[in-house]
């Protein structure tokens, strides 16, 4: 197929199917008789891993770590288990900020909610931040 009609299939964009060539991340395409790239079935598959992954919150780089994993013949299963797991945590240590920022915003908001101007300083631009 194409690259136009990869790219419809999968719903990305040719520049990207570009850029994942480039990037080690999709295979290089084989080439029509007339210079056209050419991608299989699989060029399917490996976008739709790439989304997956995408999706999860996995870089690129780690990405094409999982498809090298498996184009060297492997089962990247277990590499997946710890980046997955290292992935839950950089989501909790994200979760706990965001409370803790919410924490400080709704406190911020409360004492917002009464304003007195005649007790704000011109040099202080706002007491409440």
């Not at 008789?33 to 699989?42: F, I, L, N, S």
């Amino acid at each position: 197929m194409r690259i136009g009609e990869l790219a419809a299939a999968t719903g990305t964009t040719t520049k990207t199917l570009r850029f994942y060539e480039d990037s080690g991340l999709l295979h290089p395409a084989g080439h029509t008789a007339t210079g056209y790239r050419d991608y299989t079935e699989e060029a399917v598959a490996r976008l739709d891993f790439i989304r997956r992954g995408r999706a999860a919150g996995l870089t690129l780089a780690q990405i094409r770590e999982v498809l090298d994993v498996r184009d060297r013949g492997g089962a990247p299963c277990q590499h997946v288990e710890d980046l997955l797991a290292a992935r839950l945590r950089d989501l909790d240590a994200q979760i706990a900020n965001l409370r803790a920022l919410r924490d400080t915003v709704a406190e911020l908001h409360e004492a917002a909610s009464t304003p007195d101007p005649g007790s704000c300083h011109p040099e202080q631009v706002c007491r409440y931040l």
